[in-house]
C-alpha cells in the first residue's frame, strides 16, 4: 500500500476568480491511499472552499455527489489524532497543518513507513522552495529537519 496527496478539481470559483472569462475553478488536495493492486481506495470528502461532496475515484479525479452538500461522516482531524502519540499531535497542531497531511502522517505510522516525511512548512525564495520535513524514524522517533530544494534547471 502507498498513499499519495494529489488535487481535485471542485465547479466553485475562488472570489479573485469570479471576474475571469475563462473560469478557474477551485483545485484543493486530498490525501488517498492506494492498495497492493495499484487501485486507490474511493473515498468521501468536502471541498475546502464550498464544502460540496466529492467522491474520490482515481488520481486527481472526483465527481460531485449530487444533492449532497456536507456529508457527516466524512474524515476529520479529530478522527486522525485518535492512537496519535502527543508529541506528533503537539509538533503538527504546532505547524497547523491540512487535513491531508494529518491522514499522510497518519498512514505512515499505520503502516511502518519508517523513513518517510511530511512536509511541515514551505516558503519560497527565488527559485528555491525551503522549508521543514518531520521524519519518521519509527513509531515514537520524529526528527524536523530544515531543506532547501531549487526548481532552477541548471543547463
Known sequence: MQGIKHLVE?????????????????????????????????????????????????????????????????????????????????ILEMYDIDLPTWEQAKFILNNNKWGEFIILNKDYVDDDMIGKRLFFDAEDKFRIEDFITSDSVLG
Request: hydrophobic share 35%; net charge neutral; with cysteine.
Open 10 to 90: 471542485c465547479h466553485c470559483i475562488l472570489p479573485q476568480f469570479r471576474r475571469k472569462k475563462d473560469a478557474i475553478y477551485h483545485k484543493f488536495i486530498v490525501f488517498s491511499i492506494i492498495d497492493d493492486s495499484d487501485t486507490l481506495i474511493p473515498k468521501y470528502i468536502q471541498c475546502n472552499n464550498c464544502g460540496v461532496v466529492h467522491k474520490i475515484f482515481d488520481i486527481c479525479k472526483s465527481e460531485i455527489v449530487p444533492g449532497r452538500d456536507e456529508l457527516r461522516t466524512t474524515t476529520n482531524i479529530a478522527d486522525v489524532k485518535l492512537g496519535m502519540s502527543n508529541d506528533l499531535i503537539d
